[in-house]
């Protein structure tokens, strides 16, 4: 199993990004896939979640209007688009799969994760 996270670079406030997640060595359509994010010194949170069909999400309240989760199953591939950076958006993004393909928002139910990519957003 391997979740590879990618995208994540040096933004400017106000910019925007998106990463990917490449999935394999599952079934991808099985389990719904979620975002977290780990900021310097803090615990890592919820940022998003994602159905197995792609037809329900769910977003953290710091997020929501901004960040847009969407999967393409064809591609084994979970994505984040992120506009509307802010210097408080600086973390470490994780991707992770749930089995059973409902969304979560608690990172104890996710069984697979991968390393996470880095996004800096300057101020």
């Known amino acids: 199993v391997q979740l590879q996270a990618s995208g994540g670079g040096l933004v400017q406030a106000g910019g925007s990004l998106r990463l990917s997640c490449a999935a394999s060595g599952f079934t991808f359509d099985d389990y719904a896939m979620g975002w977290f994010r780990q900021a310097p010194g803090k615990e890592r949170e919820f940022v998003a979640s994602?159905?197995?069909?792609?037809?329900?999400?769910s977003y953290a309240d710091s997020v929501k209007g901004r960040f847009t989760i969407s999967r393409d199953n064809n591609k084994n591939t979970a994505y984040l688009r992120m506009d509307s950076l802010k210097p408080e958006d600086t973390a470490v993004y994780y991707c992770a799969a749930k089995y059973s393909g409902l969304i979560s928002t608690t990172a104890a139910s996710y069984g697979y994760w991968g390393r996470g990519t880095l996004v800096t957003v300057s101020s």
């Open positions: 994602i159905n197995w069909s792609g037809g329900r999400t």
